[in-house]
């Protein structure tokens, strides 16, 4: 299973930016999807999950209300919309994938993922 981020860059504070993670090379065997960010110096933080098959997504407390995770299973794509970007933002996003069973509990874990993309950078300037 092969993960390939797209979409960061550089915005200013209250813009916004979508990243693209497309899933290749097994995808089908994959269940849960994820987005997940590392500041420097910071620990792997996570932002948003959703399975597949669907139903509601799950959020970091410091995203809610700003990020919107979304999905083209068709393509194997994930997407994070992110609105009201704040400095606080910056970091490298990875998007992760699972081929464990599902457990709600542990979407919000970076260990319950099996595969990682390269990462992709977002700089929000001030």
């Known amino acids: 299973v092969q993960l390939q981020a797209s979409g960061g860059g550089l915005v200013q504070a209250g813009g916004s930016l979508r990243l693209s993670c497309a899933v290749t090379?097994?995808?089908?065997?994959?269940?849960?999807m994820a987005w997940f960010r590392q500041a420097p110096g910071k620990e792997r933080e996570f932002v948003a999950a959703n399975r597949w098959s669907g139903g509601s997504a799950r959020y970091g407390d410091s995203v809610k209300g700003r990020f919107t995770f979304s999905k083209e299973n068709a393509k194997k794509t994930i997407f994070l919309q992110m609105d009201s970007l704040k400095p606080e933002d910056t970091a490298v996003y990875y998007c992760a994938a699972t081929t464990r069973g599902l457990i709600v509990s542990s979407m919000g874990v970076a260990d319950y993922y099996d595969y990682w993309g390269q990462g992709t950078q977002v700089t929000v300037s001030s």
């Open positions: 090379g097994g995808a089908s065997s994959t269940n849960v």
